[in-house]
């Protein structure tokens, strides 16, 4: 396997995995926020 695309790989996987943990604590402060009403 080339460097170039396991490098991509790895920037894709770290990518997607910030994005998810974004997503989960948006989720959990909209959550905070609608049981604090």
Known sequence: ?????LKSQR???ANA???CSYTAGV???SRFYFYQL
């Open 11 to 13: 920037y894709g996987v």
């Open 1 to 5: 396997m080339r460097p170039l695309c």
């Open 27 to 29: 989720v959990a402060l």
């Open 17 to 19: 995995l910030m994005y």
